[in-house]
T-cell receptor, first 118, second 113 residues
């Protein structure tokens, strides 16, 4: 069965330092996608970064990078040079291959609350 | 380029009532998915609409129903509200492509008293 595990309920990081948020996943589908979303206190889920199961290189988007270790089924998010505005809840999510022609559903982890300290 | 929009922002209902939430997808997107996020938890998939049909459904009772219109906008209806239906309801839109990324709206916060 599909499952996403985020074992860090909360994390602290000093401003300008890097932080790694952990995510492991479980799926029997060889074709899948992994996503990270940021959810500020306002509630909106903001897409950060995507990694496909067949991608050869780790994804990067500005200060965000994804440390994808397929054999270990892990997809950790690395945020470099943390900023105060990075304080939020972060969710790891997975979708398996398409079903019936439409985008497949997302399965979310329980999230990690990141607090950036000045 | 307008993102995903949802209405209303907040809603307060009493047990047994019915509620309708609305979602307009991002321009160019044809698929709408609905998620329920209880306090302190990750979002849970309710169902997804594509080509005006429900394509996938999560583990939610029949009290939860929906619709997609020809302009791709969507509604989520919940009948016979329970206290446990209190949550943030998120709508996400997507289009078939390389990543199938889902983009979320700001959500509707439903409180059932």
């Amino acid at each position: 069965a599909q499952k996403i595990t985020q074992t860090q309920p909360g994390m602290f990081v000093q401003e300008k330092e890097a932080v790694t948020l952990d995510c492991t996943y479980d799926t029997s589908d060889p074709s899948y996608g992994l996503f990270w979303y940021k959810q500020p206190s306002s509630g909106e889920m903001i897409f950060l970064i995507y990694q496909g199961s067949y991608d050869q290189q780790n994804a990067t988007e500005g200060r965000y990078s994804l440390n994808f270790q397929k054999a270990r089924k892990s997809a950790n998010l690395v945020i470099s040079a943390s900023q105060l505005g990075d304080s939020a809840m972060y969710f790891c999510a997975m979708r398996e291959a398409r079903s019936g022609g439409a985008t497949n559903k997302l399965i979310f982890g329980t999230g990690t609350l990141l607090a950036v300290q000045p | 380029d307008a993102g995903v929009t949802q209405s209303p922002t907040h809603l307060i209902k009493t047990r047994g009532q019915q509620v309708t939430l609305r979602c307009s997808p991002k321009s160019g997107h044809d698929t709408v998915s609905w998620y329920q996020q209880a306090l302190g938890q990750g979002p849970q998939f309710i169902f997804q609409y594509y080509e005006e049909e429900e394509r996938q459904r999560g583990n939610f009772p029949d009290r939860f129903s929906g619709h997609q219109f020809p302009n791709y906008s969507s509604e989520l209806n919940v009948n016979a509200l329970l206290l446990g239906d209190s949550a943030l309801y998120l709508c996400a839109s997507s289009v078939r492509g390389l990543t199938d990324t889902q983009y979320f709206g700001p959500g509707t916060r439903l409180t059932v008293l």
